[in-house]
């Protein structure tokens, strides 16, 4: 296109959804251009501190079992057979049919005992990443386990990983990659195309692609 800030796709938003996007443009022959506030990432960004990696955010692959809960030592006989029967009929679930509940009134149905209710809420904090399984419906932890019974996996050296590959593929494909440009606004011009408005640049694109914040955030920066 004609200048050095017009392109055919400007992507907001550098996490993985954005990033992506950018790649699969890019390698197909667009000129493109991801922009983000902060560094890429978004939540999938990692920190190492004193040895360790941390991911900034919750982040599994879901691979589609659980542990065995049904051998474990934490639970007594009544809730291993209980346990067993959920398991086994937990695939079949409808969330859907239980959406008017919240995890922890769903849970307290089972007819567990206080240690088996302790061992299956424990999973499902860890499955849906929510501290308060008062605050969740039940059918969000619904389909969080039915994802954990198919296998999870994590990443030793952190969701960076992905990030780091994601970038490489971007620049190599000849994408470019700008941080520290939050966009403010999205502009729509006469001849067709969309501004993007940042900080310090306008960004002009045929296609524009927010991936960026929370639904709310996405509908301030449209035209």
């Known amino acids: 296109m004609g200048g050095s800030d017009d392109f055919d796709v400007v992507v907001v938003g550098a996490g993985l959804a954005g990033l992506v996007v950018g790649v699969v443009a890019a390698r197909g022959g667009a000129s493109v251009t991801v922009c983000d506030r902060r560094s890429a990432g978004g939540r999938a960004r990692s920190s190492t501190r004193e040895g360790f990696v941390l991911n900034q955010g919750p982040h599994a692959l879901f691979r589609g079992g659980a542990g065995s809960l049904v051998v474990s030592p934490l639970l007594n006989g009544h809730d291993k057979v209980k346990m067993a029967r959920l398991l086994a009929r937990l695939p079949r ?9 919240s995890a922890a009134d769903w849970i307290a149905s089972l ?37 954990a019974l198919k296998g999870v996996l994590y990443l030793d050296v952190g969701w960076q990983s992905l990030v780091d590959g994601l970038v490489t593929a971007l620049t190599s494909a000849g994408g470019r990659l ?38 709310a955030m996405a509908r301030a920066l449209l035209p």
Do not use: W
């Open 178 to 215: 700008l941080v520290g440009q939050p966009a403010v606004e999205i502009q729509a011009r006469m001849d067709g195309t969309l501004a993007v408005r940042t900080q310090s640049a306008n960004l002009v694109g045929r296609a524009v692609v927010v991936a960026a914040g929370s639904p």
């Open 111 to 147: 007819g567990l005992t206080d240690r088996g209710l302790g061992v299956l809420s424990t999973l499902a904090r860890v499955v849906t990443y929510s501290g308060n399984l008062s605050v969740i419906s039940a059918e969000a932890a619904i389909g969080q386990l039915q994802l």
């Open 93 to 101: 679930y409808r969330g859907s049919s239980y959406k008017h509940l």
